[in-house]
Nanobody, 124 residues
Framework: QVHLVESGGGLVQAGDSLRLDCVASGGAFDVYVIGWFRQAPGKDQEFVAC????????NVADSVKGRFTISRDNAKNTVVLHMNSLKPEDAAVYYC?????????????????WGQGTQVAVSS
């Protein structure tokens, strides 16, 4: 079992950048695909990005492609979501999640473990 903790959220202005960290504990980190999802008030949770256990494969949602990137440092049990050129519509609670295996997935039901979330607010 792996425990995930997100950090780095906050209030920024449109156009600013923000870095979200997801730190894992309790298991072998590199066996997990790590994904980021977000949920804005009144909206369904949506996929943002994910990364393979070794870090060599990533998938980024079209809505954030070109602005967000995902990376991981397995020595630090950390996955980072780098968010640039933030827009008001990026405001949401951001969650990281983990799934065993090598297959990347954009489907939240495939992820077994979830963090508590970190809030991102973007002012226009």
């Amino acid at each position: 079992q792996v425990h995930l903790v997100e950090s780095g959220g906050g209030l920024v202005q449109a156009g600013d950048s923000l870095r979200l960290d997801c730190v894992a504990s309790g298991g072998a980190f590199d066996v997990y695909v790590i994904g980021w999802f977000r949920q804005a008030p009144g909206k369904d949770q949506e996929f943002v990005a994910c990364i393979s256990g070794g870090g060599g494969w990533t998938n980024v949602a079209d809505s954030v492609k070109g602005r967000f990137t995902i990376s991981r440092d397995n020595a630090k049990n950390t996955v980072v979501l780098h968010m640039n050129s933030l827009k008001p519509e990026d405001a949401a609670v951001y969650y990281c999640a983990a799934k065993r295996g090598v297959i990347l997935s954009t489907t939240r039901a495939h992820y077994e473990y979830w963090g508590q979330g970190t809030q991102v607010a973007v002012s226009s």
